[in-house]
């Protein structure tokens, strides 16, 4: 289910699904920098380069299929503090030619790159909120990515359709002496966001545009910003009630749904199922223990779930006040196993691992127990294959 706020949108009888044709948030018409863009794909026409890593996934070229479909891990670092031993959380869905983006953290651009994935085969990212530790590298994608050819010729080439959550429209109450960032529009969605991006970057954006000929990033954009169902949701109340997965969009070969999770005041917040040819796969994004995600898993191959150490950060100083923040954002490892055994699924791979410093053996053994099927530790440029894509 997709929104938009002040155009008209295309609504799918069949699924209700409504879609934005550009960015038409009120950002844009605040600031007249966002035109509707033209509708359909421009045509990508990057070769590979005989350079690009062995390890990526080849496309087969005139829009076939490669021999291998993918999750791969780009980065698994959670909280928004930068460390020196892994990436910001990100992940990539890589099904035939074409990749599915889910967060974009700190260096998710490079990354993806280091991946051997193709900015080229770039067809979709889905935000799953708008927390800064899974979108800061977001606009890079557009912004450098499509600045135009890098050395091996690759650049994103064709409109990508970006899929995530709207305004928030309230702010829980401020305390005595706490001020409010941008008090006109403070609880910006994804539209605003991409909006605001391109503000800020206009005046080198022009420059190129007029003296090297670059591409308008506003061609490069299609904002969906996903309309919650009407379950009783709100920002000030219960921000995920138990729901049924609803449907966010179909392309014919991947089909993705969507439900909300609880990830303390933050609203919207989603889980997403990625169903395709090759199998299943489902990424909780930031989200405590909820019925929602085990729903939405149910059956599914492979899930890619956040995972929390709260012993660990409890030994670390960790005052009351946080820990129970922490307890109500995100999941204890222990509670994984139990989780993913309910849901049925194939396989359990740990990201967003906070604390860092954590091993890997010590996330497995409690991830692991109460739990039959397969636990991946993730880490930054992990690969795991779907059932059907392991060519």
């Not at 920002?235 to 729901?243: F, Q, S, V």
């Not at 899930?303 to 820990?323: F, K, M, S, T, Y």
Request: glycine content about 12%; overall charge neutral.
């Amino acid at each position: 289910m997709e929104k938009s706020s002040t155009s008209v949108p295309e609504r799918d009888g069949r699924h209700g699904v409504a879609r934005r044709r550009f960015l038409g948030a009120s950002a844009a018409a605040a600031t007249g920098l966002v035109a509707a863009a033209p509708p359909g794909y421009a045509a990508a026409g990057v070769d590979t380069p005989a350079t690009r890593p062995r390890t990526a996934p080849q496309p087969s070229g005139g829009g076939g299929r490669s021999h291998r479909s993918e999750v791969v891990l780009l980065g698994v670092l959670g909280g928004p503090p930068p460390e020196a031993t892994a990436n910001g959380i990100a992940s990539a869905l890589v099904v035939g030619d074409r990749v599915h983006l889910i967060d974009c953290g700190r260096g998710a651009v490079s990354q993806y790159l280091r991946a051997g994935l193709r900015l080229a085969d770039l067809a979709s990212v889905f935000v799953t909120h708008l927390h800064a530790d899974h979108v800061c590298d977001y606009y890079d994608f557009f912004l450098l990515g499509g600045f135009g050819p890098n050395d091996e010729g690759d650049a994103v080439r064709r409109p990508v359709h970006v899929h995530g959550p709207g305004p928030a429209g309230a702010l829980p109450p401020a305390t005595a002496g706490q001020s409010t960032v941008s008090p006109g529009d403070p609880t910006p969605g994804l539209a605003g966001l991409t909006t605001y991006q391109m503000a800020a970057f206009a005046y080198q954006t022009n420059l190129f545009m007029r003296y090297s000929g670059t591409t308008d990033p506003r061609e490069l954009v299609r904002v969906h910003e996903i309309d919650v169902p009407s379950v009783g949701a709100s920002p000030l109340g219960a921000t995920a009630p138990d729901m049924e997965p609803f449907l966010v969009t179909d392309d014919g070969t991947v089909r993705v749904s969507a439900v909300l999770v609880p990830h303390g005041p933050v609203f919207p917040s989603f889980a997403y199922r990625f169903d395709t040819p090759d199998g299943s796969v489902v990424f909780s994004g930031d989200t405590t223990v909820s019925r929602n995600v085990e729903r939405l898993a149910r059956g599914a191959d492979i899930l890619v779930h956040e995972a929390i150490d709260l012993d660990a950060q409890a030994a670390a100083g960790a005052p009351p006040g946080l820990l129970a923040h922490l307890r109500e954002s995100h999941t204890d490892v222990d509670a994984l196993g139990p989780l993913a055994e309910r849901a049925g699924v194939g396989t359990l791979v740990l990201t967003h691992l906070m604390p860092s410093a954590v091993p890997a053996r010590r996330w497995a053994r409690r991830a692991g127990r109460g739990f039959r099927g397969r636990v991946v530790v993730g880490t930054d440029l992990a690969r795991i294959a779907l059932p059907g894509g392991r060519g």
